[in-house]
C-alpha cells in the first residue's frame, strides 16, 4: 500500500490501517453511516447506547479495536475528519 498526501492525511490512513488490519476485524461486513445532524462521535455514542439497550455486546466506542474486541459483535468506529461512522458486525 502506497499512502501519499499532507501529513495529517498520512497520520489518519496510517490510523485506519492499524486499526482495521488486524485479526478482530476478520470476516467481518461493515457499512458506513454518513450522519446530517450529529457529529459521527455523537451518533456513534448514541447507536451505541440504543444497541445496548437492546440487548447487543457493542465495543466501546472510543476504545482502541484490539484482538480481544473479536468478542464484541459490534464495532462502531467513528472518522470525525470525514464525519462517517463504520459499522462492522459478524
Known amino acids: 500500500m502506497l499512502i501519499k498526501g499532507n501529513p495529517d492525511n ?11 488490519d488486524q485479526p478482530a476485524m476478520k470476516g467481518r461486513a461493515s457499512l458506513a453511516l ?3 445532524y ?3 462521535e455523537e451518533l456513534a455514542r448514541r447507536l451505541s447506547d440504543v444497541l445496548g ?3 447487543y455486546a457493542v465495543h466501546p466506542v472510543g476504545t482502541a479495536v484490539t ?3 473479536v468478542r464484541y459483535p459490534i ?6 475528519a470525514l464525519n462517517v461512522v463504520y459499522v462492522f458486525g459478524n
Open 10 to 20: 498520512v497520520k489518519a490512513a496510517l490510523e485506519a490501517v492499524a486499526a482495521l
Open 34 to 36: 454518513n450522519p446530517s
Open 38 to 40: 450529529w457529529s459521527a
Open 53 to 55: 439497550a437492546e440487548g
Open 67 to 69: 484482538p480481544g474486541a
Open 75 to 80: 464495532i462502531l468506529l467513528p472518522i470525525s
